[in-house]
């Protein structure tokens, strides 16, 4: 029996080592080639170390511009998710119904749905309203498309808050908008955490959904430029790519930072409730 149980844990060791390598490589080869002048896809210790890639890249048509229409999209509809997201979860958790579940089960259907089955209606519903190539147009589409699943994680963490907080503050003259903003809400931290990191993630690395809705060079997000870099022929700028690929996955990993704590904390209701 040992010996199966060490050959089972270093079997299991091994397994998780090879995963881990597999995911570290490309890490690997993106940080290394943003200093590597002659970068190939080849994962390798440069010669010499350089920020030539990321001067090259560091100007406000390949760069900046790309990243602020990102931060605006992305920002502006995980904002709008999360909130739209609280308001449908409030009463699908606090006021039982049978349609209750029904409707769950229609939500998470539509997160199901891929993107591309429902593109070409939307890109011609956008041409009718004039929403085609304007940023608040792909937001809106940003936050409806996220919205689905977000009414779903919000809801379950919503369930872990209870009640009688409610009913408490209900009895001093609260409103239902009030018990939520004040109370449900600032408890529910690493629900919210958890909500606003998955669609800022999920909208951030999206191409597909940008790439059709706006027509403006100017207006496009990163994740769209970043296109700009594969050349004709086969060429690819690979390590302009790496650097612009770095600097692409900073504002994704300053998020994680900032809601690191929301999201390994638990829901602050020591002492709330007394039996």
């Known amino acids: 029996m040992p010996r199966k149980r060490t050959s089972r844990r270093l079997a299991a060791d091994v397994s998780l080592l090879v995963m881990a390598v597999a995911f570290a490589l490309p890490l690997a080869w993106v940080v290394l080639s943003s200093v590597d002048q002659h970068a ?3 994962v390798k210790v440069p010669d010499g170390f350089t920020f030539g890639n990321f001067d090259a890249i560091l100007t406000p048509d390949i760069t900046y511009t790309p990243l602020l229409n990102s931060l605006i999209l992305c920002g502006g509809a995980t904002a709008l998710t999360v909130a739209c997201a609280a308001l449908a979860a409030y009463p699908l958790s606090r006021f039982p119904s049978r349609l209750n579940r029904p409707f769950l089960l229609s939500i998470l259907f ?3 749905l891929p ?3 429902i593109m070409v209606p939307v890109y011609a519903l956008f041409v ?3 929403l085609i190539d304007t940023l608040q147009g792909t937001t809106l589409f940003f936050a409806a498309s996220q919205l689905p699943f977000a009414i779903w994680l919000m809801k379950n ?3 872990g808050v209870p009640k009688e907080l409610e009913e408490a503050a209900w009895t001093d003259g609260a409103s239902s908008l009030q018990s939520l903003v004040r109370i449900v809400l600032p408890l529910m931290g690493p629900g919210l955490a ?3 990191v998955f669609s800022f993630v999920m909208m951030w690395g ?4 940008p790439f ?3 027509l403006t060079p100017d207006q496009m997000p990163a994740s769209v430029s970043i296109n700009d870099f594969f050349g004709n022929r086969g060429m690819v700028a690979y390590g302009r790519l790496a650097a612009f690929s770095v600097i692409y996955s900073t504002p994704v990993i300053l998020l994680y930072i900032l809601v690191a704590r929301r999201l390994s904390g638990g829901f602050a209701l020591g002492g709330a409730v007394k039996g």
């Open 128 to 130: 009718r309203v004039n």
């Open 194 to 196: 958890v909500v606003t």
């Open 40 to 42: 190939d896809l080849r």
């Open 110 to 112: 539509a997160a199901s």
């Open 115 to 117: 993107i591309t089955a």
């Open 212 to 214: 059709m809705l706006l």
């Open 157 to 159: 963490y919503m369930d």
């Open 206 to 209: 999206n191409f597909f959904v």
